[in-house]
């Protein structure tokens, strides 16, 4: 199935923990994303790349590194875990086009004990 | 700074009813506007994109209207069926290909 996928789709671990979140897409999209759904339902950008080029980066503290091996793959690594981290995180992607849609996966539940 | 608000929050309405979601933004230097509706534990499902020289789009059901220079966009949704619960959000795109999305309204359909 053509689709942005996430893994995992659970992860529940413990502050001060280092952990990763993956996303491919075989749309083939130049341009993905990362979102993050608080607790109230809000959901904000945080990253986007185009073609592995790092293009937004809302003022995300420096514990949150995205990585782009290439134009299909955007994973997202949280160093040092902490309480407010707990959230929805979601992959999207587009085309390079301000005109077309973005597709989304289905999202990470991250819980931080 | 962007700001998307939508009203109401809430709406519950027996089905069959014909009924209207609405999205209001503060800058209305926008390039497009997207609404997507999102079910409990998934991802977000693209409804509808309208670009910014546009004033209406349908698909099925669905027709998202545009008002740019008011700052205002609406989503309406005729003969209302129980799979149409769902939250329903509002996103506009500005700049660099980012949304900036509303808090959305949760829908729910009444049999």
């Known amino acids: 199935d053509t689709a942005v996928s996430q893994t995992p789709k659970y992860l529940v671990t413990q502050m001060g923990n280092d952990k990763s979140i993956k996303c491919e897409q075989n749309?083939?999209?130049?341009?993905m994303y990362w979102y993050k759904q608080d607790s109230k339902k809000f959901l904000k950008i945080m990253f986007s790349?185009?073609?592995?080029?790092?293009?937004i980066n809302e003022t995300v503290p420096n514990r949150f590194s995205p990585k782009s091996p290439d134009k299909a793959h955007l994973n997202l690594h949280i160093n040092s875990l902490e309480l407010g981290d707990s959230a929805v995180y979601f992959c999207?992607?587009?085309?390079?086009?301000?005109?077309?849609?973005?597709?989304f996966g289905d999202g990470t539940r991250l819980s931080i004990l | 700074k962007q700001e998307v608000t939508q009203i109401p929050a809430a709406l519950s309405v027996p089905e069959g009813e014909n009924l209207v979601l609405n999205c209001s933004f503060t800058?209305?230097?926008?390039?497009?506007l997207q609404w997507f509706r999102q079910d409990p534990g998934k991802g977000l499902t693209s409804l509808l994109l309208?670009?910014?020289?546009?004033r209406e789009q349908t698909s099925g059901r669905l027709n998202a209207s545009l008002d740019k220079s008011s700052g205002r966009s609406t989503l309406y949704i005729a003969a209302s069926q129980p799979g149409d619960s769902a939250t329903y959000l509002c996103?506009?795109?500005?700049?660099?290909?980012?949304?900036?999305f509303g808090q959305g309204t949760r829908l729910t359909i009444n049999p």
């Open positions: 999207a992607s587009s085309l390079t086009d301000r005109n077309q849609p973005q597709h």
């Open positions: 996103a506009v795109i500005e700049g660099t290909q980012k949304l900036v």
């Open positions: 749309l083939g999209h130049d341009t």
């Open positions: 800058d209305s230097a926008i390039y497009n």
């Open positions: 790349y185009n073609n592995k080029e790092l293009i």
């Open positions: 309208i670009q910014s020289s546009q």
